[in-house]
């Protein structure tokens, strides 16, 4: 199949690639000084990696990953898209069809689309990601380019063929003290049963992921319940059977060692509905009858406060991470499925969608929401005041499109001033890279380095206020964001 290719990029085999030890640290030489002391405090903490999407299955069969290119490009969406924005296929990298159509099968044609295009990551997260990879992990020094394409892909398939280059054993090499994968309700939770055998059951954690069946617009909505069911050993025929089931599947979850769960709704509302009405709805959508986009909005907002009480009775922290249109393109979804339609961020209103539950729940001391965003407009006005006054509301670090350098300085800048440091839950990775996750760690501490020592030159933190909140960032709040209930 071929695979259009972007100019050769023939200077790149005269480069050899290094990382610069300031890169992403401040200009200015002063801040640099003190941004390297602060950094230097941190780099070397564990990873604390509670917003993952790593599969479990990958943990527990701990195989050998296939080669580069399904390590590297295949899966991660960052890099796909970008390519694909120059006028490439999903199928020509590789990208799995949902029918089993054709698709590119050499590892090694995607991969040399990949170094060849190389320039088109210049100036985004990806590029420093990539970087820190190809040089920390594979221990590449070669820059990519069409010319260095095969000497690369050698280099990296030779290091996922060590043994030491297993899942498990990356645990240890990356530094990751604890990491969650996400998992849908109706998961059996088998892969997290054999990591609990194979001793990794505190290292290894679920997280309930309950979107399928609590958005009646998603496709798939009635096999998904279907599957809840049955994951749960209750036949449901009524509203009361779900939420029961719903109950059930959380308490596995916590059984299994969850400490979270995750909600990718469309909007944040969280407005209840009557309790008659909203049976009579699920009773509707079971029985196959057909439901506005009105209704299934309106029953996702009556779901999350129903989550929200049930975080109160089992410990769970309530992640909500709204504004994403999810399968922007039908064809592209209906081609190659979730995670590959072209997702695109929306505005969302937040201050009177979570009046609701905050109304309820937060001053409830059993209850812990992490609020996440796409639009950076809100930081100022709406997320950082709730995250600032409500003790059960901690806001979540940038995540997705705003995971990078630039967003993460702006939303130092935009959210401090009214939240705080310790309102927020310190650096929360959101990936299915596993072999990025050091490198987002890394990019974050530097980030935050640098925040810290302008606040140091501007006399507005002692050094040693900088560098014990720096620390507490990169490590201490997200452990305690997440911490079981009863060590809290």
Not at 270 to 284: N, V
Not at 340 to 364: C, M, N
Request: glycine residues 6%; charged residues 25%.
């Amino acid at each position: 199949m071929a695979v259009k290719l972007a100019t050769p990029q023939t200077s790149a085999t005269r480069q050899k690639l290094e990382l610069h030890p300031d890169r992403a640290l401040p200009v200015d030489p002063d801040q640099r000084a003190i941004a390297r002391t602060i950094y230097a405090q941190t780099k070397d903490l564990p990873l604390i990696c509670m917003h993952g999407h790593v599969e479990a299955e990958v943990f527990a069969t701990d195989q050998p990953f296939a080669d580069p290119a399904q390590l590297l490009i295949v899966p991660d969406h960052y890099v796909t898209r970008m390519l694909v924005s120059q006028g490439m296929t999903l199928p020509e990298l590789g990208v799995p069809r949902l029918d089993g159509g054709p698709v590119e099968t050499d590892p090694r044609t995607i991969w040399r689309a990949f170094c060849t295009n190389w320039k088109l990551y210049r100036g985004t997260p990806s590029r420093y990601w990539l970087e820190h990879e190809l040089v920390e992990v594979f221990g590449v020094d070669l820059v990519p380019s069409a010319e260095t394409a095969d000497a690369l892909y050698d280099r990296i398939a030779s290091v996922v063929a060590d043994p030491d280059f297993r899942p498990l054993a990356l645990l240890d090499r990356f530094n990751i003290e604890v990491i969650s994968t996400t998992d849908a309700a109706s998961s059996d939770l088998s892969h997290h049963r054999s990591l609990a055998e194979q001793g990794y059951g505190e290292r290894v954690l679920p997280t309930f992921r309950p979107d399928a069946v609590a958005c009646m617009d998603r496709a798939g909505w009635r096999r998904s319940v279907d599957a809840l069911g049955v994951a749960a050993g209750i036949e449901i025929g009524d509203f009361a059977g779900f939420l029961e089931a719903l109950r059930s599947r959380r308490r596995a979850f916590v059984a299994a060692g969850a400490r979270a769960s995750d909600h990718g709704h469309d909007l944040a509302d969280t407005t209840p509905m009557d309790g008659h009405a909203a049976e009579r709805l699920f009773a509707r959508a079971l029985a196959g009858e057909q439901v506005s986009l009105e209704e299934a909005r309106a029953f996702a907002a009556h779901m999350l406060f129903e989550f929200a009480g049930m975080s109160v009775e089992d410990g769970l922290v309530m992640q909500l991470h709204p504004g994403v249109l999810r399968n922007h393109h039908d064809g592209m979804f209906a081609q190659h499925g979730l995670d590959k339609g072209f997702d695109i961020p929306h505005a969302v209103e937040y201050t009177r969608a979570l009046r609701p539950l905050l109304q309820a729940y937060g001053t409830d001391p059993r209850f812990r929401m992490i609020l996440f965003t796409i639009d950076e407009t809100v930081y100022t006005r709406e997320l950082a005041p709730m995250a600032g006054v409500y003790p059960a509301v901690k806001l979540g670090a940038p995540w997705w499109f705003i995971d990078s350098p630039e967003g993460m300085r702006r939303f130092r800048e935009t959210a401090t001033e009214t939240a705080g440091f310790y309102n927020t839950s310190g650096f929360v990775d959101d990936t299915r890279a596993y072999a990025s996750i050091p490198a987002r760690h890394d990019l974050f501490r530097r980030i935050d380095a640098g925040f810290l020592a302008r606040l140091v030159l501007e006399h507005r933190l002692g050094e040693d206020e900088a560098v014990e909140t720096a620390q507490d960032l990169a490590y201490h709040l997200p452990k305690a964001a997440y911490a079981r209930r009863d060590q809290i």
